[in-house]
Structures are given as C-alpha cells and as structure tokens.
C-alpha cells in the first residue's frame, strides 16, 4: 500500500475442525435451556454466549440450535455448520436476547502508513462457556 490513511472493512474467516472436540453435548444441554427460558448451568448467559448458541444464525435460540449443536458434537452432518464469527470489540450488544440474536460480524479500519491496528471478539458458533 502507498503512504497515506486509507479506510474500509476487515472481515476475518475461520473454519472449525471437529477435532479439536470444543463443541460438546454439554453445549446443546446449554442452548437447550436456553431455549426453553433457562439460564444456562453458570447464570445468565451473556450476550456472546447467546450468539454462540444461534448455530443456525436466523436470530433466535430454538431447541433446533441444540440439535445442530450435538449433531456437530458427535460428528453427525448438518445443515449448519460451526464457524468463527469476528465482532468490532466495541460493538454494542446489549440488545442481544435469545429472541433476538442480530449482529454485525467485522470491523471498521483504518491503515494509516501501512499499519492496521483492530480488536476484535472471537465467537465459535456452538461453544458456550461461562464469563
């Protein structure tokens, strides 16, 4: 790039391997309370645990989101598949509830004389974990 402050979007892919066993039945137990109005084992979910349980990404956690999840738990085929989503780290997701799973993936940036500098939250679709 030449010198100078140019702006744009970074979006960041990344594929899950089932081999690293991160996803496990104890995650569909999770999002299937979840579903049903329970909070998971550990309290409240957050609003990062909320997207991890919207494997389906159509912005809501059904029973249907547990199901995809130990279908990918145990390595069975699915319709929706686990992935990495990458949030701005400033990103507002107070509006984030378990009937209303809407986000932005990405992150605006700026590269000002060839350096780029961003946070950013990582999320694996399927993986609950406690804060």
Excluded: C
């Excluded at 984030?96 to 679709?125: H, P, R, W």
């Amino acid at each position: 790039m030449p010198s100078g402050s140019f702006t744009g979007e970074l979006d960041i892919v990344k594929t899950y391997s089932t081999a690293s066993s991160e996803i496990t039945a104890l995650d569909a137990l999770q999002v299937l309370r979840i579903s049903v109005g329970l909070d998971p084992t550990w309290g409240p979910a957050a609003p990062e645990n909320l997207i991890a349980a919207d494997i389906t990404q159509d912005g809501t956690v059904t029973a249907y989101d547990a199901l995809v999840i130990l279908q990918v738990a145990v390595g069975l085929p699915s319709a929706h598949g686990a992935e990495w989503v990458f949030l701005d780290d400033d990103a507002d997701l107070s509006g984030i509830t378990s009937a209303n799973v809407n986000y932005e993936t990405g992150v605006d940036i700026t590269a000002l004389d060839n350096v780029i500098t961003t946070d950013m939250t990582s999320i694996l679709l399927g993986n609950l974990e406690p804060d």
